[in-house]
């Protein structure tokens, strides 16, 4: 594990994802590796239930994590890895707050329809991949980091605004970058020590990307039954 992501979901950490595989520092670990690799779901439910972390296990084989569910355990990461590099993505808390009520909570409350209601029962009872993502995603998001007051739009800023206070008293200055996908290449280069390449830094999963892909990557989960 070189680096760590410390920032929250839709901050564009899938960018980063990008932008750090390019560099030579993946494969990086993301949610979406939560959605396609079988059994990722289950052993972050089981941290996230209070089973102690083999972070050696889990994370064996990436160079890299952003995203939640792994920043929501950055500091127990950067302590396993102390020779990891830390990169903070940020942005205005206003517009990262109605990039969440656009893709994440939008998703969320979609979950309390009736039909969303009728698949996590399906799945429970059949024991599938659904349900099992469902509850680590809020044991892990939603209790973990927002203390349950996810949906709660004061308490989420508070949360954010509160979170880059942490992390930046917590890591030293010459370990941590604080960054802004919309900066570009030039400061993650720098930070990481590696050439800038000749190409446009990735601008990928705005609201739109990511509710385009949402269906895909939640559907083939309902029937599938992983450990």
């Given at each position: 594990?070189?680096?760590i ?7 564009g ?5 990008t ?11 993301h ?8 059994g990722?779901i289950?052993?972050?439910l ?9 972070w ?10 952003v995203?939640w ?22 942005r ?9 009520n656009?893709?994440i ?32 995603s809020?044991?892990t ?10 949906g ?9 605004q ?7 008293a ?5 370990r ?6 919309r ?11 590696v ?9 990928v ?9 949402a269906?895909?990557r ?10």
């Amino acid at each position: 594990m070189r680096v760590i992501g410390a920032g929250f979901g839709r901050t564009g950490t899938l960018s980063l994802k990008t932008a750090l595989e390019r560099l030579g520092f993946g494969p990086c670990h993301h949610m979406t590796e939560v959605f396609t690799n079988p059994g990722q779901i289950h052993r972050w439910l089981a941290i996230a239930q209070g089973q102690r972390a083999d972070w050696d296990a889990l994370m064996g084989g990436y160079g890299s994590c952003v995203d939640w569910p792994a920043a929501a355990y950055w500091r127990e990461l950067a302590e396993h890895y102390p020779e990891a590099k830390v990169v903070l993505t940020v942005r205005d808390p206003r517009r990262w707050l109605d990039s969440m009520n656009a893709t994440i909570l939008k998703q969320r409350g979609r979950s309390g329809t009736l039909v969303g209601k009728t698949m996590l029962r399906v799945s429970s009872l059949l024991g599938t991949d659904f349900a099992a993502f469902g509850e680590m995603s809020r044991l892990t998001v939603d209790r973990r980091v927002f203390g349950g007051r996810m949906g709660d739009p004061e308490h989420a800023m508070k949360t954010f605004q509160a979170h880059i206070e942490e992390v930046t008293a917590a890591i030293p200055p010459e370990r941590l970058l604080v960054f802004e996908v919309r900066q570009g290449w030039e400061p993650l280069c720098a930070f990481l020590e590696v050439p800038v390449p000749a190409e446009p830094f990735p601008r990928v999963n705005d609201a739109g990307d990511f509710e385009k892909h949402a269906r895909s990557r939640l559907l083939p989960m309902l029937l599938r039954r992983s450990r």
